[in-house]
């Protein structure tokens, strides 16, 4: 790589994105770049924010490859056969599996009651509760936070282990991924002083252990490298199929739309003619994978609000930098 062109980008992320904490280029599965910035290194995990959905995304994936789960298309309220439906909802008793996955499932609030929501003993519940009302399902609507977390209490359900444990026999201990256990937080203030913690380790849990499915996960920017890395080679992982081609295909293809933006199975289709599409959290982390030029981008990023825009960044500046090299 042309020094003087490293300088440029460095300078440019120093700049205009300064709460950046690592950035990887992968092509071809090889390392053409990894940098650190505001005092971070390769051995810190990161609060991913919303690429916590992606993950999910996949583990859903693999629980359906394995049998736990029958199909996309089954009913939500089926995996909680003890769960009582209020008198005069039938919206909810409607909701499929596949709703959930591409945010097109209705809900009950206009904007997210987190405080109640993160007093409660149980997330999932508390999420089921306001599942449905009078809104249609197939129209889009992106939940951050309070909605996801009934994927987690499905993989629970289906599969009789943790979020947390299933995806370390499944992806994570395969990749070499290390999430170290469960966080816990025992009131507003402790989740707030975590969110600015530098160095944080773990999966956000609700007080019954269950793991969310929206936000809470802590990665390295080469954990998220990876990741992207087992997608864009279809699932495969030294030799090992570890999600099905099938899976990966049809979640990262269009099956929702937000405006201008297309919307797959909790992933974001960037260009679905290219078969580009990202992983997207708050703050600007990224997991960008490019299937036509082989590339993976992993950016790993401080919460900052309205973070600027990392497509940009990788398109505009990361991606031609890097295109023709082996």
Known sequence: MNQRKKIGLEKIINSSYNNTAGIIVLKNGKPLYENYYNGYTAANNLHVFSV????????????????????????????????????????????????MMTMTAPYKYKSEPYTEYFTSD?????????????????????????????????????????VLDFATKYLFSLLGINVEGNVVFRNKEEQLVWYKEKNVRGWVADPQGVNTAGWGL?????????????????????DKQIISTEWIDESTKEHSRWG??????????????????????????????NTKKKMVVSIASLFMPRAKDRIKLIKEYIEPMFENCI
Do not use: C
Request: hydrophobic share 40%; proline share 3%.
């Open 52 to 99: 916590t959905k992606s993950i999910i995304s996949i583990l859903i994936g693999i629980a359906i490859d394995k049998g736990y789960i029958k199909n996309i298309n089954q009913k939500v309220l089926g995996f909680f056969p003890d769960y009582v439906v209020k008198k005069g909802e039938k919206t909810i008793q409607n909701i499929t599996l596949k709703d």
């Open 260 to 289: 201008r933006l297309s919307y797959g199975y909790l992933w974001w289709i960037i260009d679905d003619k290219e078969h580009i599409y990202a992983a997207l959290g708050d703050g600007g982390n990224v997991i960008y994978v």
């Open 122 to 162: 149980n997330w999932v519940n508390s999420a089921l509760d306001l599942l449905g009302g009078k809104g249609k399902i197939g129209e889009f609507r992106y939940t951050p936070l309070i909605g996801p977390d009934i994927l987690s209490g499905i993989l629970v359900k289906a599969t009789g282990q943790s």
């Open 218 to 238: 802590t990665l390295t920017p080469m954990d998220m490298a990876k990741i992207g890395q087992l997608y864009l080679d279809e699932g495969m992982w030294k």
